[in-house]
């Protein structure tokens, strides 16, 4: 937090009564180097992760230029109102929205309007959500009641354009957030469209956990001298959450997880899963298997998401079997654990994963299923988290299977030469690439007893033993990097 206060920064009066409703003492690092440069009407290229305080950062600025009538000064509460007045066509708005949110999930599009219902509560602006997943009727009203900001998630935003049910021609303010997910899905033509309809003369926000080329190349495009503010350090770490791998089979993950859940200190679980049929069907066992389980995916409906997040918000539900698209950007505190029960293919998908736990600032928990088919994966993540991952020894699920070219421990019996590029999860061979240590970290041991060697308890049943990979990410090695696909439906945020 910053030790300069929001008053500093420029945020006015009725804004800070709703900052201190929210119990907001200081502003955040990104607070504190945007809010100043967007109050004065620079574009802003943000770096940032969910958790940062962004949308405070952006939503601000937006309201406090929106309720002081800048730049289409000509209505009350500097709304733009239509001409016409009482004999204007019923389906034109009486005020048309001058700020656009765009965000790629319905999830955070949700928290994204709560954030602006909670600081702009004392403002005479009208917001609006508009995503996919419901019925378009209320949002249809919503908008012929005239917003003076809209949030939205692409794909249903353009759908109620191109029905003529929204202009967008009255644009001031644009914000495009959680870009490199917005392109991951898929969007990058759907936010093409919407941007040709805008005015050109507009403030523009971009923000990224992640700066990939082709969110740079969208940033260059669409950002007129912007403002470059980044609060997370180029390389993503997740320092504060303490992460373990067990390797073990595809078939045994299951009964390591329930072995796992005896735990009681594991009260609020998110565990992660690559595909909506498999979260399902997981959730259904796990129900099954008398753990009380919720499910969050794409192919839920936006009511049926809603109330799974909030039995897991308030305690109903201990599990919250998610995908990643489903729980991206989605702030729920007091997570005690993460378990990636399948490794994402996408390393930065780990960081954001791992991040809903240990979250405003608290410590936790990250475990990872490792089968042998996601090696590589745990391997891309060491490299661009460039941290080791802890290795979970002797559990009673250990893998029995040997990936290919890859011992549990020591070299290869066969004296087989090494793989060129090592596993950076695996444990250490001779004559592979290491990071600055070389190797040499040393093992931290858990004895047969139970105890580690400075006297603690260790914290899962199951396992006795665990090390600490050696070398962990593999730095000289420049990284390739992975074609970007689109890896999700569109349909995902409709
Ligand atoms: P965001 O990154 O915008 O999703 O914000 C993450 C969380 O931080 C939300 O729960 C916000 O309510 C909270 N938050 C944002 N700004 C502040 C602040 N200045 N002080 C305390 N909490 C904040």
Do not use: W
């Amino acid at each position: 937090m910053s030790q300069c206060s929001f008053t500093e920064l420029g945020v006015a009066e009725p804004l800070l009564r709703a900052l201190r409703a929210e119990n907001y003492a200081h502003p955040t690092p990104i607070q504190d180097q945007a809010i100043p440069q967007l109050l004065a009407g620079k574009d802003l290229l943000g770096i940032a992760q969910t958790g940062t305080g962004k949308t405070a950062a952006f939503a601000l600025p937006i309201l406090q230029h929106l309720s002081a009538g800048r730049p289409g000064e000509n209505g009350t509460y500097g709304g733009k109102r239509e001409s016409g007045g009482r004999n204007r066509r019923r389906s034109t708005p009486r005020v048309l929205p001058r700020a656009l949110i765009l965000a790629p999930t319905r999830e955070l599009a949700i928290q994204i309007g709560e954030s602006f219902r909670a600081y702009g509560r004392r403002l005479p602006l009208r917001h609006t959500v508009i995503l996919g997943g419901v019925g378009q009727n209320p949002q249809v009203r919503a908008l012929s009641n005239g917003v003076d900001i809209l949030v939205a998630t692409p794909g249903r935003l353009l759908d109620l354009k191109e029905q003529g049910h929204v202009r967008l021609n009255q644009i001031s303010h644009l914000v495009l957030d959680e870009a490199d997910l917005m392109l991951d899905m898929g969007f990058l033509r759907d936010v093409r469209k919407i941007m040709a309809s805008l005015p050109a003369k507009r403030q523009t926000m971009l923000f990224s956990a992640t700066m990939p080329s082709d969110v740079s190349r969208l940033a260059r495009e669409i950002l007129n001298d912007p403002v470059r503010v980044e609060v997370s350090p180029r390389v993503i770490t997740v320092e504060q959450v303490d992460q373990r791998v067990f390797f073990t089979d595809a078939s045994n993950k299951r009964s390591l997880l329930t072995h796992l859940l005896q735990d009681a200190d594991m009260s609020r679980v998110i565990v992660f899963v690559r595909t909506k049929r498999g979260a399902s069907r997981l959730a259904e066992q796990l129900g099954k298997a008398g753990f009380p389980t919720e499910a969050i995916h794409g192919n839920k409906t936006q009511n049926a998401r809603q109330s799974a997040l909030a039995n897991f918000r308030n305690g109903r539900a201990r599990l919250l079997v998610a995908t990643d698209v489903a729980a991206r950007g989605i702030d729920i505190s007091g997570v005690s654990h993460v378990i990636n029960y399948e490794l994402p293919n996408i390393p930065e998908s780990y960081v954001h994963r791992v991040g809903r736990t240990a979250r405003a600032g608290a410590e936790g928990i990250a475990l990872s299923f490792c089968d042998s088919s996601e090696r590589t994966f745990l391997r891309d993540i060491e490299r661009v988290t460039k941290r080791p991952i802890t290795i979970v020894e002797n559990h009673l699920h250990q893998c029995t299977t040997t990936p290919r070219g890859q011992m549990p421990s020591g070299p290869s019996p066969s004296g087989r030469s090494a793989p060129k590029r090592r596993d950076a999860s695996g444990p250490s061979r001779p004559g592979s690439r290491r990071s600055g240590s070389d190797g040499n970290v040393p093992k931290r041991q858990i004895s047969p007893g139970g105890s580690t060697s400075n006297g603690s308890k260790p914290e899962y049943p199951g396992f006795s033993g665990e090390r600490t990979a050696p070398g962990g990410a593999v730095p000289s090695v420049p990284r390739k990097r992975r074609k970007r696909r689109s890896r999700y439906r569109v349909s995902a945020a409709r």
